[in-house]
């Protein structure tokens, strides 16, 4: 049995109920809902690469979660851009059957957006903020979902091999924090 064999079943219809989520007969996650799930949050990811989000990575939550299968992270350059890129995402979700379920787009100059899809979480930053909360190191030992197209590449050129369990390049660690000087 596979990771997304046990999503589809008792978990996946536990977090629903938790969460106060009612799906149509028939609409139950299954191992096809999983697989949707993960296409998604590929789909959003290169959404807001093209909305000119920065650091765009996904973490696949599933068997360390009981809330989410799969968190979408990207930090945003200004607050008028996430918003920009949150109702993109939305729009994009709907069209691919998946209903918000919460967000805080309408908060003024928040800077942090979540946008609560239930299987999917899409988490837009202000890179201070991002660098704050840091969840990318919460969730450090969770693999990473390949999602760039291909023949796309790094913007800065800078190769992605030597990142640490976080995600973060050397470059990116505060001195003193981590072990890093």
């Not at 969460?19 to 998604?40: D, H, I, T, Y």
Request: hydrophobic share 35%; net charge negative.
């Amino acid at each position: 049995m596979t990771r997304d064999d046990t999503r589809g079943g008792k978990e996946s219809a536990g977090r629903d109920e938790l969460l106060g989520v009612v799906r149509e007969e028939g609409a139950r996650p299954s191992p096809s809902r999983g697989e949707a799930a993960r296409e998604l949050s590929v789909e959003i990811a290169r959404l807001l690469k093209d909305d000119k989000c920065e650091e765009v990575l996904i973490l696949d939550l599933r068997g360390h979660s009981s809330v989410t299968d799969f968190f979408v992270i990207a930090s945003g350059t200004s607050d008028r851009q996430m918003r920009s890129a949150g109702l993109h995402v939305e729009e994009l979700a709907r069209e691919r059957g998946f209903d918000l379920h919460r967000s805080n787009l309408k908060e003024r100059e928040a800077t942090w957006l979540v946008l609560d899809f239930i299987d999917v979480v899409v988490h837009l930053f202000e890179p201070e903020t991002r660098l704050f909360y840091d969840l990318e190191m919460l969730w450090g030992d969770v693999d990473r979902v390949e999602w760039r197209r291909p023949g796309d590449r790094e913007d800065d050129g800078r190769s992605d091999d030597r990142r640490n369990r976080a995600g973060l390049r050397d470059d990116e660690v505060l001195p003193g924090v981590g072990g890093s000087t």
